[in-house]
């Protein structure tokens, strides 16, 4: 039934589907189709599973279809004669708009699982093994799966932004042409850093382009204007960039009243103070009027205001990229957004612990460390006794002892090195056979290592037997404690005959592997 | 192969068990090997790693259960000299000098060792562990006294005659990981039992561990598994590697488990489940399984 809440879209009459007459409806999330002189809907169908739309031209009739992802299909006839071809029209294009919007929702799922299928084998082997052979429903397999991989997904959505380089400008190197003219090499990336530093060109841009100006005629103007270069003297020219000057200039006027808010930064101590005259005592502020200044100040102090102003924008552009969106229509025309911001910045709270961090020095706080608990071991000996466990040792009489010392030392005592007779040679040759390959000294060396025995590929199936094994194990686990009447549903019915089916597998694979080998 | 450089010295520490409470008691157990005998291999080995290169190194500690002496080099021999009147440089047989030296001094100071021995009952255990340890901290001090641009690789060899004593164990442990620490190999060659305590160092620093069915020709084994140094051993046929049983004994008992329980505060391992932990006295409480009630059957209405 339709929602009384839902928002119709489009509504077409004189649709025939399925040789009745009725209406079609498009709404916000469905489309839907009612018989003429009912109030309710025999076909309705979610925009989310409509897989595409067929409207066929030149027929003689006037149809679109929707197939959907279950593989079904259905038909309108636009049946009024009069309308009939600009109805379905209509129905189209909207469909062609709000189509995209719902696919890329049902169609993320089954990429996402796609590609964990392709990116990790072994999920894909087990996916295999238990899937396809109906071992598990593939619903239980995604359960645990998808959700996990959502949330990275949407993470890595969030990428970051790439700043602005300050010498964008200054990668334009101008190349000699031969005839007496300037080749200026622009790539996109420095049109779009001329752009988001400089609001004022790019909407210049809008309006001249491609109305009044082609692109080429646009950046010639640019680079030839004297807003570009260096010496700003305006000419009084009717150029397309003196408004962009005048605006630099308003920009930069109020970035230097609002000033910085930082307490902690003094800019006023960077100025340039001379001490000739009264040797600093005469603290002479410095006049703005260029007319007292002479020539070479004035255009010192020209290039010294670009130079700033360039850099105040370039941070601007880099930084103010968030709360620029509400205030899209603002920030154009006032070109102080970072300072702006910087002021928003530095509110009271803010200003105070900007203060406190700076004053304050964490080590030489007072310690207080957490509260430990000391251990406290009653009898610590016996960590100092080993894995050899204490065995009786063998008692030696003290008499037994006196007599061996004295036997060793009477023997040392004549001790004379007979480097000749160490060993006979056959006791010799009985050491070499020991020690020789099969020898009795060399027997745990031919034993083979048991995966050089068996075959690779009865290993290689023995593993994927034995990660599914483990992939039922978790579900099994999963469903203690047991909660809920459908967990235990779950564990007496439904996984019991999941690990039947399992054991069966296998023990036909083993049966498999016994008939092989005899 | 790698051959060895010109600047490689190859230091090889020698420490033999020289218990006198067992080795007379081996007297009258075996007359044909004795002590005598077992020394006559030991220099044999040490005269041979010394042939092997130029650049090749000695020591020979003398583990005995009331100290450990060096056998080899003699404290205050400085390289050249003779010491005392005699030049053994001049003896008889016109052997290398440097190891009718060596053979010399060893003989006198296994004598001089032997003949201080006194006869104490409660010390009957040799003191392997602080044989070790100073086998270590020569090794380290030839490194120090190494010139520049040369390189040392040491290893140690045990020869062990009597029993484990467990009251080392500790010390043990520590030689063993410090050496494993330093690279140093820790070879041993066992006469009588097996020993525990010299299966895990050289398990755990890598070298050979080797019980001698015979041990007259105790010569011959040292030559033949134990002269070589860690890298020609990989391409020889050695015997391979014993079985190490790294079992913990549990602190009640001391019996060897493998499952057992721990205490998470101070570690300590028990066979055995007490609910509290006696040796730092933390009381566990342990979450019994809840049991499952038995769901009443609704009863259905008859319909």
């Known amino acids: ?518 | 192969m790698v051959m060895a450089s010109e600047d490689e010295v190859s230091l090889l520490v020698i420490v033999v068990d020289v218990n006198p409470i067992w080795w007379g008691q081996q007297a009258n157990r075996e007359p044909q090997f004795t002590l005598s005998k077992c020394l006559d291999a030991v220099m044999v080995m040490g005269n041979s790693h010394l042939v092997m290169t130029r650049n090749n190194k000695l020591a020979i500690i003398a583990s005995h259960c009331q100290e450990s002496h060096f056998l080899y080099p003699f404290k205050l021999w400085k390289s050249g000299d003779g010491h005392g009147d005699d030049n053994p440089s001049t003896s008889g047989d016109g052997k290398y000098e440097l190891l009718s030296v060596a053979n010399d001094i060893m003989a006198e100071e296994i004598k001089i060792l032997m003949s201080r021995t006194e006869v104490k009952g409660n010390q009957t255990d040799t003191l392997l562990a602080g044989s070790l340890a100073k086998a270590l901290c020569y090794i380290h001090r030839v490194t120090k006294e190494l010139e520049a641009g040369q390189e040392i690789k040491s290893r140690i060899l045990v020869i062990k005659a009597a029993d484990d004593c467990a009251l080392q164990y500790m010390n043990f442990m520590n030689v063993i990981f410090a050496a494993q620490k330093q690279s140093i190999l820790i070879d041993a060659c066992v006469l009588d039992s097996d020993s525990g305590l010299l299966q895990q160092a050289c398990d755990i620093t890598g070298g050979l561990y080797l019980m001698i069915p015979q041990k007259i020709a105790l010569a011959q084994y040292l030559l033949w598994v134990f002269l070589p140094d860690s890298d020609q051993r990989s391409q020889l046929v050695l015997p391979p590697p014993v079985h190490v049983d790294y079992r913990a004994a549990c602190f009640c008992h001391r019996n060897l488990i493998e499952i057992g329980y721990v205490c998470s505060v101070c570690l300590s391992i028990f066979c055995n489940f007490s609910p509290i932990c006696t040796t730092c006295e933390t009381a566990f409480k342990i979450p019994l399984p809840q049991m499952v009630k038995a769901k009443k059957k609704k009863l259905k209405p008859s319909t």
Request: proline fraction near 4%; include cysteine; glycine fraction near 4%.
């Open chain 1, 1 to 518: 039934m339709a929602a009384l809440s839902e928002e119709v879209l489009l509504v077409v009459k004189r649709v025939r589907q399925r040789k009745q007459d009725g209406t079609l409806y498009l709404m916000a999330e469905r489309i839907a189709w009612g018989p003429e002189g009912k109030d309710r809907f025999t076909v309705s169908h979610l925009y989310a599973d409509i897989r595409q739309k067929i409207s066929p031209d030149g027929k003689a009739k006037i149809q679109l279809q929707l197939v959907l992802h279950t593989g079904e299909s259905t038909n309108f006839h636009f049946s009024n004669e009069s309308t009939a071809l600009r109805d379905r029209d209509a129905a189209k294009d909207l469909l062609q708009q709000l189509l995209p919007k719902f696919k890329k929702r049902a169609n993320k799922e089954l990429e996402e699982k796609n590609r964990m299928l392709q990116e990790d084998p072994v999920l894909f082997q087990l996916y295999k093994d238990l899937v396809v052979s109906q071992v598990i429903s593939a619903e239980e397999f995604w359960a645990n799966r998808l959700s996990l991989n959502n949330v990275d997904h949407s993470a890595s959505n969030n990428k970051q932004e790439v700043g602005i380089s300050a010498a964008f400008l200054a990668d334009i190197r101008p190349q000699t042409d031969g005839c007496n003219g300037l080749r200026y090499n622009l790539t996109s990336d420095i049109i779009e850093s001329i752009f988001r530093t400089y609001p004022a060109v790019k909407q210049k841009y809008a309006e001249n382009v491609p109305h009044n100006l082609t692109e080429k005629e646009f950046w010639t103007r640019f680079f030839q204007s004297h807003y570009f270069h260096r010496d700003r003297i305006s000419t009084g020219l009717q150029d397309i960039f003196s408004e962009c000057a005048k605006q630099d200039e308003k920009g930069l006027r109020s970035m230097v009243v609002q000033g910085v808010k930082n307490p902690l930064v003094d800019l006023l101590s960077l100025e340039d103070k001379t001490l000739d005259e009264g040797y600093g005592s005469n603290s002479m502020a410095p006049s703005t009027s260029s007319a007292n200044k002479t020539v070479k100040e004035n255009s010192n102090s020209a290039i010294i205001k670009r130079f700033n102003h360039h850099s105040a924008m370039v941070l601007a552009a880099g930084a103010g990229k968030k709360a620029d969106a509400p205030n899209d229509q603002a920030s154009e025309t006032s070109s102080t957004d970072g300072n702006s911001r910087d002021s928003d910045f530095f509110q009271p709270p803010v200003k105070k612990v900007k203060i406190q961090e700076a004053i304050e020095y964490e080590d030489l706080h007072m310690e207080n460390g957490k509260k430990t608990v000391a251990l406290n071991l009653k009898k610590s000996d016996r960590y100092s006794h080993g894995p050899v466990p204490l065995l009786p040792q063998q008692y030696t009489t003290s008499q037994d002892i006196i007599n061996s010392v004295n036997c060793i030392q009477q023997e040392i005592a004549n001790y004379k090195p007979c480097l000749t007779q160490v060993m006979s040679s056959s006791t010799a040759s009985s050491a070499i056979a020991a020690l020789s390959p099969g020898g009795l000294l060399m027997q745990a060396g031919s034993q083979q290592a048991i995966n050089q025995m068996v075959p690779s590929d009865v290993q290689g199936e023995l593993k994927h037997l034995y990660t599914a094994a483990g992939e039922l194990l978790r579900h099994f686990w999963s469903c203690f404690p047991v909660n809920t009447p459908f967990l235990e549903e779950k564990l007496t019915g439904h996984l019991e005959d999941m690990f039947q089916m399992a054991y069966n597998k296998f023990h036909a694979w083993q049966t498999r592997q016994m008939l092989r080998k005899t």
